[in-house]
């Protein structure tokens, strides 16, 4: 299976920026507190000036309006509209927050953002994505994710009622699960041609990405054509780098931010 190279968006950062923060797939749930506190103390103290959520930070979401009453969903929004009083914060869709709208990002004041972006940042340009469009291998799963990233489909979804749609979200959710029996080493990977490939399009080295909890630093060879930053070809090292899953209850307790800096980048534990 192959996938062209995306449409890319590119987000400048302001000069002000010092200090930028990935973070993904926190899975958060009513029913597993101490990840929610772990995430909430987090947003509360980070230094950054922009923090980034590249997918996956709930563990389902079934439509903007499940915010409107008191619950879970609400207290989330109310969280992340305090932080983004604070720093910039951005979202982007993963394979379980797909249905997240403009209402929620208008109520949580963050910044939606496209899956693929390119931030310019810091002297170079950073390519950010969930990752999930890059697992060529699981077939089913990316024919499953041009489903429900139809907007046809979406619609249809969303005019059913709040408590129809959480029944759906328990039918399909064993779709956004990968399969091995919850062991991230059976899971598909990212596709290392097409991750080269997306990389050459955004005129990028670094590919920022998560969906896999599989979290690591992967080379990827050399450029094949002119490198961004110099006249030389093929001779400008490319890599992916993968984020982590946050899990504050698991044993060790996972909860890790990729940190960025004008002096690069950075593993944070923060459980």
């Known amino acids: 299976m192959s996938s062209a190279p995306p449409r890319i968006e590119v987000l400048q950062a302001p000069p002000a920026w010092r200090l930028v923060e990935f973070i993904s797939d926190l899975h958060l749930q009513a029913g597993e507190p101490a990840t929610f506190d772990a995430w909430r103390h987090y947003l509360a103290h980070t230094p950054?000036?922009?923090?980034?959520?590249?997918?996956?930070?709930?563990?389902?979401?079934?439509?903007?309006?499940?915010?409107?009453?008191?619950?879970?969903?609400r207290d989330c929004g109310r969280i992340l509209a305090q932080?983004?009083?604070?720093?910039?914060?951005?979202?982007?869709?993963?394979?379980?927050?797909?249905?997240?709208?403009?209402?929620?990002?208008?109520?949580?004041?963050?910044?939606?953002?496209?899956?693929?972006?390119?931030?310019?940042?810091a002297g170079q340009r950073w390519l950010l994505s969930h990752g999930d469009a890059?697992?060529?291998?699981?077939?089913?799963?990316?024919?499953?994710?041009?489903?429900?990233?139809?907007?046809?489909?979406?619609?249809?979804?969303?005019?059913?009622?709040?408590?129809?749609?959480?029944t759906l979200a328990r039918e399909i959710r064993q779709h956004g699960t990968r399969s091995a029996?919850?062991?991230?080493?059976?899971?598909?990977?990212?596709?290392?041609?097409?991750?080269?490939?997306?990389l050459s399009v955004a005129g990028a080295t670094t590919l920022i990405h998560g969906h896999t909890h599989r979290p690591g630093d992967h080379d990827l060879g050399v450029s094949t054509g002119p490198a961004p930053e110099s006249p030389g070809a093929g001779t400008t090292p490319l890599r992916r780098v993968v984020l982590s899953d946050w899990d504050a209850a698991a044993t060790p307790a996972r909860a890790q931010v990729l940190r960025l800096s004008i002096d690069g980048l950075q593993r944070v534990d923060i459980a």
């Open 48 to 73: 950054a000036d922009a923090v980034f959520i590249l997918g996956d930070l709930f563990e389902v979401w079934v439509g903007d309006d499940a915010a409107e009453a008191p619950g879970f969903e």
């Open 83 to 121: 932080a983004a009083r604070r720093q910039d914060v951005f979202f982007m869709h993963g394979n379980r927050d797909f249905l997240v709208g403009d209402a929620f990002l208008a109520v949580s004041g963050m910044r939606g953002l496209h899956d693929p972006t390119v931030l310019d940042f």
């Open 134 to 166: 890059l697992c060529l291998d699981d077939v089913d799963y990316q024919q499953f994710r041009r489903l429900v990233r139809d907007p046809a489909w979406q619609q249809a979804v969303l005019a059913r009622s709040l408590a129809q749609r959480r």
């Open 181 to 198: 029996g919850g062991d991230p080493a059976g899971y598909a990977d990212v596709d290392t041609a097409a991750a080269r490939d997306w």
